[in-house]
């Protein structure tokens, strides 16, 4: 296995198949506008929605970039955790949920037509393969924490088997 094709493994088993950690499309299965909206307690703590516009927006920077477009920058990192919609918006919510499977396919795509010689390919920030791993580390991050804020309001099973 060369290093695209383990970053190829990594970057499905964080959004489409199950590894050590629930893949992030699990992870959002079945909520709610509701449910993506609800604020655990503390004033540091994000919502899932908050989250998933996180993430949305670095995975649309990556794919801005590598099909060589213009890419927005956003003021401050904070900026890049506003959703949407609100708690009623349930048209909005499934818009980002299903908007996060397409970038997925589409990143996927794109990736899976790299060549080996590609992963240190000069990239913003640093080498190409390597930005796609921190991109896939961090959706792993943000995947535990949807998870996690799940448990605390009770929509997450609380026993899960996986294979």
């Known amino acids: 296995m060369n290093r695209m094709d383990l970053l190829l ?8 198949q199950e590894d050590w950690y629930p893949p992030l499309k699990d992870a959002l299965a079945g909520l ?8 655990p307690p503390g004033a540091a703590a994000n919502t899932i929605w908050e989250i998933v516009s996180h993430l949305l ?3 649309e920077q990556l794919l801005c970039r590598l099909q ?3 890419v927005v920058a956003a003021a401050t990192n904070d900026d890049t955790f506003t959703p949407s919609g ?4 349930e048209e909005a919510w499934q818009a980002d949920v299903k908007r996060m499977e397409t970038i997925h396919h589409q990143l996927r795509e794109l990736l899976a037509a790299l060549r080996e010689e590609d992963f240190d390919r000069p990239f913003p ?3 190409l393969g390597l930005r796609v791993f921190s991109i896939i580390t961090h959706d792993a991050f943000h995947a535990g924490q949807i998870v996690q804020i799940r448990k605390m309001q009770g929509s997450w ?7």
């Open 9 to 16: 493994r990594e970057f499905d088993h964080t959004y489409l």
């Open 32 to 39: 709610t506008a509701a449910q993506a909206s609800w604020r």
């Open 57 to 59: 927006f670095f995975k």
């Open 68 to 70: 060589n477009k213009e």
């Open 86 to 89: 609100g708690p009623d918006d």
């Open 125 to 127: 920030v640093s080498p």
């Open 157 to 163: 099973p609380a026993r899960r088997a996986f294979e």
